[in-house]
């Protein structure tokens, strides 16, 4: 089992806004930053996000991230049936077997 | 742009040693961690471990008795050996690298490699 939770399945029609949470503890998004994956089907992962809120050179600003807490989030605007893929967040786990950690990821499908 | 290539055995009978190859084509090695990250069919990511360009590992506490990662900056490669495997390590097989400052993230994968651990 996951120690970062997020919800199995969204779907969203094109033009949508759509989010994906993630949720975690003190010892990982609590003090650590969050990072976000797509990966597309058949596909390595790709980074999204990194630093919970910033985006790597030639990832459009549709996407964005943010945390609070022991929580991310991950936002897209514009939703597009190419952006329909597995997204993933991650983190390091600093509790007493310290570890790097992801989420069970969600598949985003359009509607 | 860095890219990964990554390269191994893709079928073992249990019991036997999974041995993967990263190489690294570009840019340095030091600055990062190098990072193995699996994937079981139609599951979630696993991280199994880390290497910096001086040796200095760190491993997936689940693993870190049956993994041993390795560097050879002469080649620009890393390797990934998992002794004892089982039918549960049959996954898709990633190498990653992540910014040594923060070790914050993953920016760039290999393209993975299935292993299938079967009798």
């Known amino acids: 089992q996951s120690r970062l939770t997020q919800p199995p399945s969204v779907s969203a029609a094109p033009g949508q806004k759509v989010t994906i949470s993630c949720s975690g503890s003190?010892?990982?998004?609590?003090?650590?930053?969050v990072s976000w994956y797509q990966q597309l089907s058949g596909a390595a992962p790709k980074l999204l996000i990194y630093?919970?809120?910033k985006r790597p050179s030639g990832i459009p600003d549709r996407f964005s991230g943010s945390k609070s807490g022991t929580s991310a989030t991950l936002g897209i605007t514009g939703f597009q049936t190419g952006d329909e893929a597995d997204y993933y967040c991650?983190?390091?786990?600093?509790?007493?077997?310290?570890?790097?950690?992801f989420g069970g990821g969600t598949k985003l499908t359009v509607l | 742009q860095v890219q990964l290539h990554q390269w191994g055995a893709g079928l073992l009978k249990p019991s036997e040693t999974l041995s993967l190859t990263c190489e690294v084509s570009?840019?340095?090695?030091?600055?990062?961690?190098w990072n193995w990250i699996r994937q079981p069919p139609g599951k979630g990511l696993e991280w199994i471990g880390e290497?910096?360009?001086?040796?200095?590992?760190n491993y997936n506490p689940s693993l870190n008795s049956r993994v041993t990662i390795s560097i050879d900056t002469s080649k620009n490669q890393f390797s990934l050996k998992l002794r004892s495997a089982t039918a549960a390590d049959t996954a898709v097989y990633y190498c990653?690298?992540?910014?040594?400052?923060?070790?914050?993230?993953?920016?760039?994968w290999g393209q993975g490699a299935l292993v299938t651990v079967s009798s």
């Open positions: 990653a690298r992540a910014p040594i400052d923060t070790a914050s993230h993953f920016d760039n």
């Open positions: 570009s840019g340095s090695f030091i600055g990062y961690y």
């Open positions: 290497i910096n360009h001086s040796g200095s590992t």
């Open positions: 003190s010892s990982n998004i609590g003090d650590n930053s």
């Open positions: 630093d919970n809120n």
């Open positions: 991650g983190t390091w786990d600093t509790s007493l077997s310290a570890s790097w950690v």
